[in-house]
Each structure stands twice: as C-alpha cells, then as structure tokens.
Nanobody, 124 residues
Framework: QVQLVESGGGLVQAGGSLRLSCAASGRTFSSYAMGWFRQSPGKEREFVAAISGSGGSTYYADSVKGRFTISRDNAKNTVYLQMNSLKPEDTAVYYC?????????????????WGQGTQVTVSS
C-alpha cells in the first residue's frame, strides 16, 4: 500500500509560478516511476509530466513543455512539479500518481495509486 499526499497548490496570477510536492509512503520509492496529471471541470484527467524511478528520464505534455519541470528526491520519497509561466488554462486539480513500472508512463491506466489532488487556480 502506498499513500501519496500532494501539497503546494493555490491561487496565482498568470505568469506566476507554483511548486507542487507529493510525498509518498513506503520504502521502495525509487523502484517506480511517478507522474502528475490534472483535471479541470468538464474535462477528462490529462497527463502532465512523468519521471522514471531513477529520475533520469522525464516526459511532458506538449501543453506544458518548457514551462513545467518534474523532479524527484528519492531520499525524501518526494516528487515535485515546478510550474512557471502559468496560464489560466493550467487551472485544474493536480494529482500525483505512482506507476506500476520503473519506466515513466504517460497513460493514466499505468498508475495504480493516486493522491487526493491539490487545486491550482491561475487568474488572468
């Protein structure tokens, strides 16, 4: 059983930055990839970013490439999402998730544990 707890969401003006954190329980954190997804009202959950177990490989949705950075600290069992140049269309509930595999995945079905989500609101 893995528990994931996100933090760092909030209200920010367009062009601003936020850093999301996701703390995971368990002793095998580096054995699996982690991902961030988001969901806004009336839309399906969408992939944002993923990182392999070692942190050596990362993947991003085209909509956030160049603005968001995913990273992880395996000593702290924590994954981060640094979000810069935020836009109103980034407004959503952001979820971190644990992958079943060590290789980074971009589809939600590859993830078996999810956090409760943290709200990010970007005002224009």
């Amino acid at each position: 059983q893995v528990q994931l707890v996100e933090s760092g969401g909030g209200l920010v003006q367009a062009g601003g930055s936020l850093r999301l954190s996701c703390a995971a329980s368990g002793r095998t954190f580096s054995s699996y990839a982690m991902g961030w997804f988001r969901q806004s009202p009336g839309k399906e959950r969408e992939f944002v970013a993923a990182i392999s177990g070692s942190g050596g490989s990362t993947y991003y949705a085209d909509s956030v490439k160049g603005r968001f950075t995913i990273s992880r600290d395996n000593a702290k069992n924590t994954v981060y999402l640094q979000m810069n140049s935020l836009k109103p269309e980034d407004t959503a509930v952001y979820y971190c998730a644990k992958s079943r595999a060590i290789i980074a995945q971009t589809t939600a079905s590859a993830y078996d544990y999810w956090g409760q989500g943290t709200q990010v609101t970007v005002s224009s």
